[in-house]
């Protein structure tokens, strides 16, 4: 893609968020900067706890307020800063311009309302439409979501669908009004191989058809390879690295990517071990001194643990590192 700064949809600056705990407030994301551009899909890789939908949330504008709060940066839509709005404004730009797809549809989709009524009250907040052409809209999103017979679902309940029957429902309600921005947040998670599979395939299509932006917060790399035009990794709250997703698969810099990289099975390998990070992400309260990835890291120098790397351009991406090594595979 011949991308500039002009096509950037979603620009994120410096962000920091704190939550509270015990009484006392602790950084959870370091100045975050990260853009997703129109017609473009930016994977957000990492383990559990490093600060991937907590990031995503507070772009939507849903962190919870009495135990987060963003201290610092901006969210940028098309130049306007978002964390300036008030919740109207929000609420207007919600589902509209830039949408979302939760982790767990079985508690994202309040099960006292059937499918229909979810979508078309999505609809109705949004447009300006009869019930009867917000049923027909609402019938159109689940095809494109290519839920089986779409009409006849509309009745249906969440608990009367299948895990990946939800998911399509998800998918249907986040981009119903063809948003310019799809956060997608673990959608295949608890689904099987073929189901996950699937369910990419749609996203990817909506996406295409749309040139829609999307932020894919993922575990899984295969995913990562398969979908992801760039990928950003983040580590305990920091973006440790950012590349085209060819470059990052092809030579990843930072010692906690080749980690994760590493961690991938090899079924064309007869015998072996799979390799694993040691430790584990250190929770906030106590983050260490310097590189936080220093003490998981087989290659840190003594300069690791005494300052904090800066996130800095290279000739693919951009790299926190202050020793990379080359990957051995």
């Not at 017609?39 to 490093?50: D, F, K, P, R, T």
Request: proline share 6%.
């Amino acid at each position: 893609m011949n991308q500039t700064v002009h096509d950037e949809l979603i620009t994120i600056r410096d962000l920091q968020i704190s939550i509270q705990s015990e009484g006392s407030y602790f950084e959870v994301v370091k100045g975050v900067s990260l853009s997703i551009r129109a017609n473009e899909i930016v994977c957000l890789v990492g383990e559990s706890g490093c600060g991937k939908s907590i990031t995503a949330l507070s772009v939507m504008g849903l962190l919870p307020s009495d135990v987060a709060r963003v201290t610092g940066g901006e969210i940028l839509y098309r130049g306007q800063n978002l964390l300036g709005l008030n919740s109207r404004d929000m609420r207007r730009l919600r589902s509209d311009e830039i949408s979302m797809i939760f982790q767990d549809p079985i508690t994202s989709l309040d099960p006292m309302f059937t499918i229909g009524s979810l979508l078309k009250e999505v609809i109705r907040s949004h447009r300006q439409v009869s019930r009867s052409e917000a049923e027909k809209l609402a019938v159109r999103a689940l095809e494109e979501a290519q839920l089986p017979d779409a009409s006849n679902r509309l009745k249906s309940y969440p608990h009367e669908l299948s895990g990946g029957m939800r998911q399509r429902v998800m998918i249907a309600l986040a981009t119903a009004l063809n948003p310019s921005v799809l956060i997608a947040d673990e959608p295949t998670t608890a689904l099987d191989v073929t189901v996950q599979a699937q369910i990419l395939e749609s996203l990817r299509m909506r996406q295409r058809e749309s040139k829609m932006g999307m932020l894919l917060i993922t575990h899984d790399l295969a995913v990562v390879a398969a979908v992801a035009d760039r990928v950003a990794v983040m580590y305990s709250g920091e973006i440790v690295e950012e590349a085209r997703v060819n470059d990052l698969f092809e030579n990843p810099k930072h010692p906690y990517t080749q980690g994760l990289l590493g961690a991938i099975p090899d079924i064309t390998a007869r015998r072996g071990f799979l390799h694993a990070i040691p430790g584990r992400v250190p929770p906030p309260q106590v983050a260490p001194p310097g590189c936080e990835f220093a003490p998981r890291c087989g290659y840190s120098i003594s300069s690791c643990w005494e300052q904090r790397p800066a996130l800095l351009p290279t000739s693919v991406g951009k790299l926190r590192c202050i020793n990379p090594q080359p990957f051995l595979t």
